[in-house]
C-alpha cells in the first residue's frame, strides 16, 4: 500500500506539473497571440502613422518650395520696389528742379514782360517825339523857305530903295538946277510914295526875321 500510494501521489503531482505547464503553455500562448495581435495593429498604426508623417512631409517640402518661391519672387518684388524707389526719387528730384527753373523763368518771363512794356511806352514816346520833332522840322523848313523868300524880297525892296534915292538925288539935284516950283516928292508917284513910307516898317520886320535861329 505504501508503494502504490507513493506512485499515485508521483503520478498525481506529475498530472498536476503537467497541467500547470499546460495552462502555463496556453497561457503563454495566448499571450504571445495578443502581443502579435496588438504588434500587427501597432505595426499598422506605425504604417497609418508613417504614411501621415510622408504625407505630411511632402506637403511640407511642398510648402517649403512654395515658401522660397515665394521668398524668391518677393525679394525680386523687394529689388523691384528699391529700383521703382530709386527711380521715383530721381523723377522728384528732377520735378523739383525743374519747378525751380519754372519759378526763375517765371520770374524772368515777367521782368522781361515789364521790359518789354517800358520800351514799348517808351517806343510809343519816341514815336511821339519823333514826330513833334518832324512837324517842329517841317516848320523850320517852312520858316526857312519863308524867311528866304523875305530875304529876297529885302534884296529886291534894297534895289528898289536905291533905285528910289538914286531917282530922289536925281530930283533933288535937277530941281536944285532949275530951281523951278517942283517939290522934291512930286517926282514920284503915288505907288512910289506908299512904297517909300512902308519901307521903314518893312525894313524893321526884316531885321527882326533874321534873327530866327534855324538848327
Known amino acids: 500500500m505504501g508503494l502504490f500510494g507513493k506512485k499515485k501521489e ?3 503531482e ?4 503537467k497541467s500547470e505547464e499546460l495552462i502555463l503553455k496556453e497561457a503563454l500562448e495566448t499571450e504571445v497571440e495578443n502581443l502579435q495581435k496588438e504588434f500587427r495593429i501597432k505595426q499598422e498604426e506605425i504604417e497609418n502613422i508613417t504614411k501621415k508623417l510622408q504625407s505630411v ?3 511640407y517640402d ?3 518650395s512654395n515658401l522660397m518661391s515665394v521668398k524668391k519672387e518677393s525679394n525680386q518684388k523687394k529689388m523691384e520696389l528699391d529700383t521703382i524707389y530709386l527711380e521715383y526719387k530721381n ?3 528732377k520735378i523739383s528742379d525743374a519747378d525751380d527753373k519754372f519759378n526763375k523763368n517765371k520770374k524772368s518771363i515777367e521782368e522781361t514782360d515789364k521790359v518789354e512794356l517800358n520800351l514799348t511806352k517808351m517806343k510809343i514816346e519816341l514815336e511821339k517825339i519823333v514826330k513833334e520833332h518832324d ?3 517841317e516848320k523850320i523848313v517852312e520858316s526857312q523857305s ?3 523868300e523875305i530875304h529876297t524880297q529885302q534884296i529886291q525892296a534894297q534895289k528898289e530903295l536905291e533905285e528910289i534915292n538914286s531917282r530922289r538925288y536925281n ?3 535937277e530941281a536944285k538946277l532949275q530951281q523951278g516950283s517942283i517939290t522934291e516928292t512930286g517926282v514920284f508917284t503915288s505907288k512910289e510914295k506908299e512904297f517909300i513910307e512902308g519901307e521903314s516898317a518893312e525894313k524893321k520886320k526884316l531885321k527882326a526875321s533874321s534873327k530866327l535861329q534855324v538848327p
Open 10 to 12: 508521483q503520478v498525481d
Open 14 to 17: 506529475t498530472t498536476s506539473e
Open 57 to 59: 512631409k511632402e506637403e
Open 62 to 64: 511642398v510648402a517649403t
Open 91 to 93: 523723377i522728384k528730384s
Open 135 to 137: 512837324q517842329i522840322k
Open 146 to 148: 519863308s524867311l528866304h
Open 171 to 173: 530930283a533933288k539935284h
